[in-house]
Nanobody, 121 residues
Framework: QVQLVESGGGLVQAGGSLRLSCAAS????????MGWHRQAPGKQRELVAS???????TYADSVKGRFTISRDIAKNTMYLQMNSLKPDDTAVYYC???????????????WGRGTQVTVSS
């Protein structure tokens, strides 16, 4: 079994910072790309940032210059440093990973259960 567990969410004032973590565990052979997504009430889930195994990154326009995605391949862990937070960043943040489990030649997409980020004005 594979698990992705997010942590680091919470309540912060506008202008503040938070650092989210996503730890992948289980019968993992290798992880390809990983990403952070968010879903605000009444809105569709959207991609916030992604990072390839080689370290290439992409960001949503709304977070460019404020958020930084990174990963520790050896620890199967991904991070999202969020600075200059705005009330519009309030959402549940989910991590996902495209990975191979031991013994399988097919890659699968796994998701965490999410962590709440609330930014007060």
């Amino acid at each position: 079994q594979v698990q992705l567990v997010e942590s680091g969410g919470g309540l912060v004032q506008a202008g503040g910072s938070l650092r989210l973590s996503c730890a992948a565990s289980g019968n993992i052979f290798s992880i390809n790309s990983m990403g952070w997504h968010r879903q605000a009430p009444g809105k569709q889930r959207e991609l916030v940032a992604s990072i390839s195994r080689g370290g290439s990154t992409t960001y949503a326009d709304s977070v460019k210059g404020r958020f930084t995605i990174s990963r520790d391949i050896a620890k199967n862990t991904m991070y999202l440093q969020m600075n200059s937070l705005k009330p519009d960043d309030t959402a549940v943040y989910y991590c996902n990973a495209d990975l191979y489990v031991v013994g399988s030649s097919l890659g699968y997409d796994y998701w965490g259960r999410g962590t709440q980020v609330t930014v007060s004005s």
